[in-house]
């Protein structure tokens, strides 16, 4: 099991940045994928960015380019740089993690992103 708690969501206006970190209850390096996705008022949930235990990452075409996935094993979190921010970034940020051998997947709770034009 890993507990994920995301922090960094906030108001920002469209050309701005925000960091996004998730804070894993365990070894980053322990987990097979961890990534962060989005979810907007009405919308699915849909994948922003993955990074692999092997250092592989995987965006969105939305973001590529403007958003970058890293991880810091010093204090095990998993960050998202988002840089020129647009209004249909705004949505929740949740962050995920997929392990073991049923490859099951945790959640955080969701750190809220709003991105005024």
């Known amino acids: 099991q890993v507990q994920l708690v995301e922090s960094g969501g906030d108001l920002v206006q469209a050309g701005g940045s925000l960091r996004l970190s998730c804070a894993a209850s365990r070894s980053i390096f322990s987990i097979d994928v961890m990534g962060w996705y989005r979810q907007a008022p009405g919308k699915q949930r849909e994948l922003v960015a993955t990074?692999?235990?092997?250092?592989?990452?995987n965006y969105a075409v939305s973001v590529k380019g403007r958003f970058t996935i890293s991880r810091d094993s010093a204090d095990n979190t998993v960050n998202l740089q988002m840089n020129s921010l647009k209004p249909e970034d705004t949505a929740v940020y949740y962050c995920?993690?997929?392990?073991?051998?049923?490859?099951?997947?945790?959640w955080g709770q969701g750190t809220q992103v709003t991105v005024s034009s």
């Open positions: 995920n993690a997929v392990m073991g051998p049923w490859r099951l997947a945790y």
């Open positions: 990074v692999t235990k092997g250092g592989d990452t």
